[in-house]
């Protein structure tokens, strides 16, 4: 009996022994997650300095206003907003009214994918350019530029930057522009450039269906491009935009031709990088340089929202222009085979005519920079992508 119970009897269990000085945790920590390094809005500024705002308004036209700026403020939203505000779309009705009636019994052009009235001819265009050019110098005086200082600077360029010869024949062959081409500062630019050369623009294509502008776009003869395009589409665009720049060269009834070469706005100090593509028709361009003096509200649309500087703007009381216009630049052989070297030669020229900082940021820098000061750091990596 006794051998049974022995046999039945578990055997003691032997626990290891426990380490002497183990002051290990029960539980692994969890890894430490990398924080974002978030800028401070003066080394946003800094970082991103060709859309920095540095008037009264401040970053974003949201900053603090002296008690002088808020009654000038209060001034100009009781007294000149409503007044230009009606003034301003009495004077769009007008002008849209002109091009319903010249455009009248007319079908558009509808080849390439587009749908303008970029070559009417006759009284029809005469009379929407004429008209165009006068209204949006009145819109401008309504905005408060009563004045517009322009200046015209030197002769004309050929290939200087290339230190190359041009003969005489080159020379008469090449001193018509095929292109307008101007640093982009505010949709105020849009404005005058149609009241000083009425010419045709690249816009988006949503800017076709709008009431009013809709229209007025087609009788300016604008190239529609989607944002977001397919290479294919976008290369279908390109060669619209060249074939009109070559057409504008050549002929000297065709409309003329305005190109953006940054692509984007800045805050007017700075020069972005240029896009060949106003450059890959090898024909001559103008430049032209607009700059915006300003005291209190700068006209600059860099980094605030369209609303809010629409409404700024109409409540300051003057505004000014301050206009260059380059001689016509003649490309070289080597930048006619080179677009890229055309297109910064171009940029230099006016950087130094223009006293304007050349800048190596654009348009993903500029969302960057608005996305950091909207608050928005759900890609902090894109803060640090591109250093000074």
């Not at 080394?43 to 401040?58: I, M, N």
């Not at 808020?70 to 009214?97: D, E, M, Q």
């Not at 776009?217 to 397919?230: A, I, P």
């Amino acid at each position: 009996m006794e051998s049974e119970l022995k046999i039945l009897s578990p055997k003691p269990i032997e626990l290891p022994p426990e380490p002497v000085g183990d002051d290990r945790p029960l539980l692994k920590p969890e890894p430490k997650i990398a924080q974002p390094n978030i800028l401070s809005t003066e080394e946003l500024e800094k970082k991103y300095a060709a859309f920095a705002r540095h008037d009264v308004y401040g970053t974003m036209g949201m900053g603090e206003l002296p008690w002088t700026e808020k009654i000038l403020l209060a001034l100009g939203l009781v007294l000149l907003l409503p007044l230009r505000v009606v003034a301003g779309t009495t004077i769009l009705v007008i002008y849209y009214l002109i091009c319903r009636v010249c455009t009248a019994f007319m079908a558009p052009n509808r080849e390439d994918g587009q749908e303008d009235y970029a070559h009417m001819g006759g009284w029809r265009r005469a009379v929407i350019m004429q008209s165009g050019r006068f209204l949006t110098r009145s819109m401008l005086f309504v905005f408060g530029f009563y004045r517009i200082c322009e200046r015209t600077a030197g002769n004309q360029v050929d290939g200087q930057l290339n230190h190359e010869t041009v003969t005489t024949d080159q020379k008469d062959e090449f001193e018509r522009p095929g292109a307008i081409v101007s640093n982009h500062v505010s949709y105020v630019d849009i404005l005058f450039h149609m009241s000083s050369s009425f010419p045709s623009f690249v816009a988006k294509r949503s800017v076709a269906k709008l009431p009013l502008v809709g229209l007025i776009s087609k009788c300016l003869g604008c190239v529609y491009v989607q944002r977001e395009l397919k290479s294919s589409d976008f290369k279908g665009v390109s060669a619209v935009v060249n074939e009109r720049i070559r057409e504008a060269h050549q002929n000297e009834f065709a409309p003329k031709f305005m190109l953006f070469p940054e692509g984007t706005t800045t805050n007017g100090d700075y020069i972005l990088p240029f896009k060949s593509g106003a450059f890959l028709a090898k024909a001559p361009v103008l430049p032209v340089i607009l700059r915006y003096p300003y005291q209190r509200f700068s006209p600059a649309w860099d980094s605030i929202s369209g609303v809010r500087h629409l409404i700024y703007l109409l409540c300051q009381f003057v505004n000014y222009i301050d206009v260059t216009k380059l001689p016509v630049y003649c490309p070289s052989e080597q930048e006619k085979e080179d677009p890229k070297l055309y297109a910064e030669n171009v940029r230099k020229l006016m950087a130094h005519e223009g006293n304007l900082i050349l800048s190596d940021i654009g348009l993903a820098e500029k969302r960057t920079y608005h996305a950091a000061l909207n608050g928005n750091i759900s890609m902090p990596t894109v803060l640090h992508q591109k250093d000074d």
